[in-house]
């Protein structure tokens, strides 16, 4: 793992290469405000701790961190429709996947913003078919690949099946599989409409039974647009539905 001087080193030195001098020097001061917003944040040191303690007890990994959206690696409509680099809670997956009984062995896992792979690192803990990860910044799957490879949970493994991607999630080919589509907080309501608009046309293409999980549900009015769509069961920080006809 790379240490935070090194990090930012480096992360300046891809912006100046790609944004020149000038925009890097523009965009400090976002960069700024963001992360003290999230320093801050009433949950912020507990959070941040917890987020680290993650890691640790998970083999060494790298999840945690806050990378706000200005910082992301990509360019385009895209970035300016993406939620920052977070990392999603622990339980809170566990919760979402016990509440839909599901036989997971039928189904594939893709998380649509998958970051450095927390959540899909996760969700290996049910036997899924297959596990994949749909991340557009580069640095961010290259990450997502080093902690598949370093994972070592304390509860038994049961799916190894585990492929960071790296692919914009606008127009990522979906496997022909029955899906369980998992989001936390990706996109604004721009791309989320999409998003979602995508995987519906490609359900209705080639039906096939599909659920969609979102945590942190911030555009889930978004998703009240498609017919196709129907609630299952909800918490304060998650919503799970059913995509198409049962
Ligand atoms: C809040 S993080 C979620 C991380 C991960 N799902 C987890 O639960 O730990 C959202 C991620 O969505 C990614 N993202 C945003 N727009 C994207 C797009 N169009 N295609 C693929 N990934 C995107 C961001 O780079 C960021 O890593």
Redesign the pocket.
Known sequence: MLDVPKKLASRLAWSVKRRGVRDTVKMVPQVVVARLKHRFHPEGRAYVQADRAFDERYGGID?AGF?SPVE?DFEGS?KD????????GEESVREMMNSVPLEHEKFTFV?????????CLLASEFPFEQIIG????ES?HQVACDNVEKFTPPWPQRCNHITPVQ????TYALPEKPLVI??????LAD?MRK?VAHIVRDLEAKPREAYLFY?RPNHANVLEEFDAISLLDEREYWKAYRIGQA
């Open positions: 999840t990378i992301l895209a429709g993406a939620n920052g680099y977070q990392a999603v998380d649509f913003g998958s970051g450095k792979g927390r959540a749909v991340e557009l910044s961010l692919a914009d999630a606008t998992f989001m936390y907080n990706p996109f791309i998003v945590n």
